[in-house]
């Protein structure tokens, strides 16, 4: 098991899950993991290795990515109470924070696909602290793109930077110059920084706070001059306006998903097969 | 600063800022950062932890549980941008999420509080993995209990351990034997099940997925023969309904503290006062 | 194997166990753990454990807390001579000092039983630095009661803490509020003060350094007026004195489980029974 | 503050000191250390920093090894209550273990020294595990030789290894060519075996449970004709006989000193010239 | 200090330096840091990290990417001899790798931007494990591109991959939808090769072993087609050749800076000015 | 796998090796790790469990210590291309560097043995920081003697040591006393300062940059009157000169061993005879 998610066995179970040892350590528990609502269900190896590590059998009986309905049984879990009662909550919660992600992901890519199939939803970097990778995997099982995975492996010139430095072909050039293998992207708050930006050898741009309209105009005549370079809108993307990005990017990304995307409800049930075998 | 926080600059920053290294890392930069929504604000300790660590100037204009309106600004930071632009997003994501569940549980604990200022609201194990200890520290700035820490400081007998052994009375006995010096509290799914336990020496029960009526005929009966014994109610506990359980219970607990309430938008402005100066 | 037991191995056998690398480290050997003095076996599973994690194949001939005479062999152990013979000295320590504290809990304990047989025997937190859990283990296996894990798991308002603030009632009121989930005791060095404890709301109250008329006279009145709370003694206890107060507490802890009870002595043997094979 | 130490902090207080946040961690708390028998004072340093750690100012009023009376006063610690009376029990912890074994070591070493001013009492591997550098030093602190770190840093062929190998000249020749820049000791049952090791060339010869009259003669003998070799007497020795062995060896090692010495007791007051003040 | 100097402060030191202790931890010993043979000094950060944890103070008379002549002097380190003597070897073995690295990056970048100032030279993945951050630095300190960091941080798709799937019009759409913020490079053994790279829209080729001569044309008219794309080659370039390729590629990558640069010898005599005063 | 060994995999592959995942992560690949030069070959224990690690099957075709020709297979590793490919480039530059110090530690040590079959070989501390007991490993197999294995497993002292304070008699009594089961050996600069040291008691002296005459004179002198004094020569002796002190020590240590042997070429090649089936 990983080191993350040995640190969230400590975190729940510290120096001992003391109710379980009091209640019959080695009683036998046949349970059943259950979607409450239906739902793109993320995090089955997470959760599974929850319960191995514990001690109990596992039996996945969705796949990360599948959607589920309410009631579908996802994993069967098997073995002493002290795994599979121990493991219960920190499983639970990874399935439903994971699976709220991949759904919500799932659901905004679809609709940018009816509109623009090349176009992909992405995440930001407002995640749980500490969490991060668990949230970025949820978005790509739902279809997404995880976008940086931290400070160090891409370049973003934000409008931060450029009050720290305005002049961006020379940013751009010192990007280039620290490290050649990391892409380079840059913000703009107008149309004519992207362009500044696209000239000055930027791999990417970033139209922040666009408004649907100015984005995709602007989004056009990008490409037509510059075909390699990536255009991505941020800023203010809801999944309610997301669609009308749709023909405005080729990457749509929004905070959204990470830090506000609903959690799916999921349960552990006994096993009412393995009551009746 | 602690492990957890270093953990989490480790995951932003990981090999290194590459773009503001690119960008400038000596240049200065004075920040001051805002609250984009009215809150009670949480988490300016570990905010300006991270931004400490990383060689910036914090001063605190505000206090942990301090109600602060739109626009205010919280911190401000001074330093090497490499120090003020690498923590920006670490230290945005830290109070964005404890400043909104402390916001949340603070209008909670007063609603209910109106009609029973002894009851308190209380958080429940449904946390973010890794995240855990931030978000209980929030509830409790918000005014509210932060509930068990996990697995093992405290025994909590529930449906399923009910099930491995439904001798409430030699349950309780074995927990308070296993160790004498945890609080034993026990689940009841009707009311003869909480007076079950209470006789059998419970220190508290949880009346789980009661209906605030039943709740509250509960709870008064429950006093009455056992003053000292803690009354809980759990289960289907939501914003719109909480106020109807103040007058049933002792402390009402709901995960939706801790997965569902909403982020407060943060943001990191440059200080206008230090650019005037 | 879990990381305190590796920390131990590494500390002993740090960057290799030069000796046996020299004298033959692919020869076999075959021994037996035998103790040298009649005990109450403790810490069979993590000497076990440590041979295992060396290589070893082991067999268990007892289970902690068996009581086991002088010259009885309580595991085998085979497999080649850098397993069993890097292995011995501090799988021999483990058993040492777990058996001494086991053997000494299961003495008090059973002493104090004739007397009152629900009164327990319990430790306290003088325990060897980094140790704490094996020797709070051990005192478990000899029947007694391990008491608080630390300074997290129940509040324990003691002298020192009553000179910050010598209002009884606010105190528990506070650790109430601060976490309703710990159970909350009180020291007391007078019956007056146990008594002030109890109507505070304590949930348990330890008589500091009472004599034992004294403390079996406040026990006694204490219980008949506060059924629910639990009454402890501590402070001047020692083998000698711990059966006059029997029936003067529910909960008898002394520091000299964990820092005084003598050794056992424990040796690895040539397996006679391997070499007659 | 070292790694042992903080481990040592995190196991006694976890997730945090709940009394003294509960009874006021902005209170000051002015204490003294005080020794409750007299006693030769050993980890003076490790006390004071786990006070410092945890935020109080210390002032040492004594040094490792000095001999203090009971009442002396050997630390005086001021600060918040959370500091000081956070980290009173391991602080007190760390000095009864070590003041318990330094003392015992002085009495020992002065005891040998009044016949034999060159031969040093040493400690053996017989330590708590993770401990063991804590009670080394305090054997260094009361004059003794602290003996092997570990399995790494010295050859020992002991009983068992030449079980596996009996050409006791093969295996000094292999441990010298594993490692040159080791020293290689050889266990002893009967004078013979101790010849025949220094003339294999062992640097130094370990004679196991010899009477005190054959260590004496076989000393006499082995440094007549090997002046270089180091000659150990180990096993059976106790306090009450360790002067005997005083001209029978340059080095005497008995475990008592490490699993057997009694501790110290040591506790903290309110320092009443604060109080004063 | 970060961790990665710790563990190699740990590495050398371990529990602890026992000849200075022997010889006089207290005595002073003021030294001077000495480059034994014209460099280009790397690592005195590092260096002077190690001196400043074990408690020296040290002055910096040069700074990373100076050129020095033989006998300069590059620290001045005052202090305890357990500071000094004790991270003598671990500074001096850093500062000798990484000199000795960004001395032949500084020579090679110098030659090849005679015939191509925009060309650069770039360490590849072949260095020391657990060390190669520090070998990257002193790369960069030289003038060179330190390349990838690892796996993780940009595509570089080699033969073995396209043994695996040849179709690199889907390999790099597969690298542009796992992870559109990094950047794809793939390497080609022929020319056709490498425009069917660029064409399928990797960001950069690698061309692996090609001769000097072919590897020149192809630089050309891949950049006059593609003039987005970098080229870098790589396979077969040593000190001797590599001036051959300046005008083949945006970037010459080799294997040899990192496992083959010569050592720089430096040493630590005592400070002639300081015994002076 | 050893922490060390997982900390160079994390090293490489940190969030994940991106191209194989985007290549195809379950296709086989089948390889064949090839010594591209003859070599006594070190570090197949190492680089098989990085393989194995990652998920590969290995069949090791030489075992450590071996001399192999160019185009020796030495592993053959089979599995998932995410196995085989992630650990490529970790598991050559292991052989690569270990393999380089074992054939020139074999070459040195066998041209010393035709004069001087007892005479060893030694490495010194001028290592990798955080590579060192891979390096003395590989010294090891290669027949060499990997000397101390840092500042605390024997006393050394140097020169600069000696300026702190030059009785050498006093600081070897020092030594002894601070812990008598630590070699002593004693750095001179002059034939004289040999003696007086071996006259101290040294257990071993150290001539440093001794011309291969005066050493052998000193040699025999030394050894004629302290027979069991081990003679070591150090400093200035290269691959080309180490001939000359074959007789004129026991052992010679040489830094070049691990700061200058060449690295031997290893390369991963598609396994021909898998291919075939």
């Not at 450029?162 to 490290?179: F, M, Q, S, T, Y």
């Not at 500044?196 to 741009?205: N, P, Q, S, T, Y």
């Not at 255009?231 to 009308?244: C, L």
Request: charged share 25%; net charge neutral; glycine share 8%.
């Amino acid at each position: 098991m990983d080191d993350d998610l040995r640190r969230f066995v400590a975190e729940d179970v510290g120096a001992g899950d003391i109710t379980t040892q009091a209640v019959g350590p080695d009683a036998r528990f046949d349970g059943a993991v259950v979607a409450r609502a239906p739902c793109v269900v993320c995090g089955l190896a997470e959760a599974s290795a929850v319960f191995a590590e514990l001690g109990a059998k596992v039996e996945r009986l969705a796949r990360d990515g599948d959607r589920v309905g309410a009631g579908a049984v996802v994993l069967r879990v098997r073995g002493p109470a002290r795994a599979v009662l121990t493991g219960e909550r920190l499983a639970l919660n990874l399935l439903m924070r994971m699976s709220g992600i991949a759904t919500a992901t799932r659901a905004l890519q679809d609709k940018v696909a009816t509109r623009n199939p090349a176009c992909r939803v992405a995440a930001t970097r407002k995640t749980t602290p500490g969490f991060r990778r668990f949230e970025k995997r949820a978005v790509e099982v739902g279809g997404g793109d995880p976008h940086r995975a931290g400070l160090w492996d891409a370049f973003l010139v934000k409008d931060n930077h450029l009050l720290v430095d305005g002049d961006v072909k020379a940013v751009v050039a010192r990007c280039r110059r620290l490290d050649a293998s990391k892409l380079v992207q840059v913000e703009a708050d107008a149309p004519e920084q992207a362009f500044e930006a696209a000239r000055a050898g930027a791999d990417a741009v970033l139209l922040d706070n666009f408004a649907p309209e100015l984005a995709r105009a602007t989004y056009k005549r990008l490409k037509a001059e510059f075909p390699r370079v990536m255009v991505e809108v941020s800023g203010g993307v809801t999944p309610a306006n997301v669609e009308q990005y749709a023909d405005a990017a080729d990457r749509i990304s929004l905070g959204w998903l990470t830090h506000s995307a609903p959690a799916v409800d999921f349960g552990l049930d006994v096993d009412a097969r393995a009551q009746g075998a």
